[in-house]
C-alpha cells in the first residue's frame, strides 16, 4: 500500500528559529499533498494544499509566509515554520492521495515544541 | 461552517460490545467517505471507505453504514477490543484527485477490558 515518510517525527526549537518538516511518498508520485494541524484533542485542520511545480493554496487564516510550503519533486513537500513561536507547538500532519482511488495516506506526523 | 458532524465525541464500550459513530454531511457534492483511526502521537490511518453506490461495506469487524437520502454514515466496530482504543474520525470529499478532505471533529474510544 501507499506509504507516507514524515520526518522528524519530534523536534523542539528555540523560540526565532525555522524548522523544516519533511514528507515523503516512498512508493507512489503524489502531485497533491496536503498540510494539516492538529491540536490536543482535536480534529484536524488543513493548513495547505500544496502542489507540485506551483505555489500551495493556503486555507483562510494560514499565514503564507509563516508557513512556507515547497513541493518540488512529485515525492517530496516540506512544511518550514519561520520563526517560531511558541504558539506554533503543535502536531503537523502530511498526507497525499494514493494511485489507483487507494484513498488519502497520512504520514506520522510531528510534534513541534517552540521553547 | 463544519460540513461533517461527528458523534458522540467520545464513548465507552465494554470488551465485547459493538461501538457505532455517526457522522452527517451537508454537501452534497461528497462521494468519497472514509474513516480514518489515530492513536496518540500517531498520524491518522485509513480504516474503512465507502463511495454512495452503496448502503454498507464491510472489513472483517468494522462495517460503514451510508444513508445516502438522510445524508449520514456511521461506523460498527463489532466485537470491540481495548486495542481498537483509539480517536476515530470520518470524513468526506469529493473524489476527483486533489480535492480536500473534510474531517468530522472526532471520537474518542475507549474499550473497556
Known amino acids: 500500500g501507499a506509504v507516507v515518510s514524515q520526518h522528524p517525527s519530534r523536534v523542539i526549537c528555540k523560540s526565532g528559529t525555522s524548522v523544516k518538516i519533511e514528507c515523503r511518498s516512498l512508493?507512489?508520485?503524489?502531485?497533491?499533498m496536503f498540510w494539516y494541524r492538529q491540536f490536543p484533542k482535536q480534529s484536524l485542520m488543513l493548513m495547505a494544499t500544496?502542489?507540485?511545480?506551483?505555489?500551495?493554496?493556503?486555507e483562510q487564516g494560514v499565514e503564507k509566509d509563516k508557513f512556507l510550503i515547497n513541493h518540488a519533486s512529485l515525492t517530496l513537500s516540506t512544511l518550514t515554520v519561520t520563526s517560531a513561536h511558541p504558539e506554533d507547538s503543535s502536531f503537523y500532519i502530511c498526507?497525499?492521495?494514493?494511485?489507483?482511488?487507494?484513498?488519502?495516506?497520512f504520514g506520522s506526523g510531528t510534534r513541534l515544541t517552540v521553547v | 461552517q463544519q460540513q461533517v458532524k461527528q458523534s458522540p465525541q467520545s464513548l465507552i464500550v465494554q470488551k465485547g460490545g459493538i461501538s457505532i459513530i455517526n457522522c452527517a454531511y451537508e454537501?452534497?457534492?461528497?462521494?468519497?467517505f472514509p474513516w480514518y483511526q489515530q492513536f496518540p502521537g500517531k498520524g491518522p490511518a485509513l480504516l474503512i471507505a465507502?463511495?454512495?453506490?452503496?448502503s454498507e461495506k464491510k472489513e472483517g469487524r468494522f462495517t460503514i453504514s451510508f444513508n445516502k437520502s438522510a445524508k449520514q454514515f456511521s461506523l460498527h466496530i463489532m466485537d470491540s477490543q481495548p486495542g481498537d482504543s483509539a480517536t476515530y474520525f470520518c470524513?468526506?470529499?469529493?473524489?476527483?484527485?486533489?480535492?480536500?478532505?473534510?474531517f468530522g471533529g472526532g471520537t474518542r474510544l475507549m474499550v473497556k477490558p
Open positions: 465507502i463511495r454512495p453506490d452503496v
Open positions: 498526507s497525499a492521495e494514493g494511485q489507483g482511488g487507494s484513498g488519502y495516506t
Open positions: 454537501n452534497t457534492a461528497f462521494d468519497y
Open positions: 500544496s502542489n507540485e511545480g506551483s505555489k500551495a493554496t493556503y
Open positions: 470524513a468526506a470529499s469529493m473524489f476527483d484527485a486533489g480535492n480536500m478532505l473534510t
Open positions: 512508493d507512489f508520485q503524489a502531485t497533491t
